[in-house]
T-cell receptor, first 113, second 112 residues
Framework: GEDVEQSLFLSVREGDSSVINCTYT??????LYWYKQEPGAGLQLLTY?????DMKQDQRLTVLLNKKDKHLSLRIADTQTGDSAIYFC?????????????FGQGTTLQVKP | DAGVTQSPTHLIKTRGQQVTLRCSPK?????VSWYQQALGQGPQFIFQ???????QRGNFPDRFSGHQFPNYSSELNVNALLLGDSALYLC???????????FGQGTRLTVV
């Protein structure tokens, strides 16, 4: 079946690291994505990882993938107040990455000054 | 580059009416997907258009239909609106069906 799950809420202090977790069910997914959504806005693609990779780093963002456990995480280093938003993980559906994305329900990140 | 643009940004309709939402993809992109995002939820895939044809469809009734034009822009039509159709409708475009999707700002539809 198709299901992506995330914890709903995370609160951190400015300057700390944030880790947002996600689990997925489709073992044939080839791409996994992280999107950011600010209030009243669309989705901003932050980063993505191929399923044959374990880790991807992009400036303050680190994505870790445990394919065996179907677990994906997004680490934000030196979290800033501007990082406050809802973060969605998404998996591409099927082995051919047809473009259909299955999203989690989103994790609200609150950054306290 | 204007990115993915959607119109209108907000819309209020009455139950039973019909609505058309529009999307212009990012420059150079030929694939458009539509998603529905209910309040407090993640986006749900409606359908995807490529080469002016519906390529894949999610679990939405036939009241939801779409179209892609030769310039790759797209429309989403919803007939016989229900209160439950109130949501943010997101359009995403990509270089090809298999590549990463870039989203527009969305159209907020309220059905009263």
């Amino acid at each position: 079946g198709e299901d992506v799950e995330q914890s709903l809420f995370l609160s951190v202090r400015e300057g700390d690291s944030s880790v947002i977790n996600c689990t997925y069910t489709d073992s044939s997914s080839t791409y996994l994505y992280w999107y950011k959504q600010e209030p009243g806005a669309g989705l901003q693609l932050l980063t993505y990882i191929f399923s044959n990779m374990d880790m991807k780093q992009d400036q303050r963002l680190t994505v870790l993938l445990n394919k065996k456990d179907k677990h994906l995480s997004l680490r934000i280093a030196d979290t800033q107040t501007g990082d406050s938003a809802i973060y969605f993980c998404a998996e591409s559906h099927g082995s051919s990455n047809t473009g259909k994305l299955i999203f989690g329900q989103g994790t609200t990140l609150q950054v306290k000054p | 580059d204007a990115g993915v643009t959607q119109s209108p940004t907000h819309l209020i309709k009455t139950r039973g009416q019909q609505v058309t939402l529009r999307c212009s993809p990012k420059s150079g992109h030929d694939t458009v997907s539509w998603y529905q995002q209910a309040l407090g939820q993640g986006p749900q895939f409606i359908f995807q258009y490529y080469e002016e044809e519906e390529r894949q469809r999610g679990n939405f009734p036939d009241r939801f239909s779409g179209h892609q034009f030769p310039n790759y822009s797209s429309e989403l039509n919803v007939n016989a609106l229900l209160l439950g159709d109130s949501a943010l409708y997101l359009c995403a475009s990509s270089l090809a069906p298999e590549t990463e999707a870039f989203f527009g700002q969305g159209t907020r539809l309220t059905v009263v």
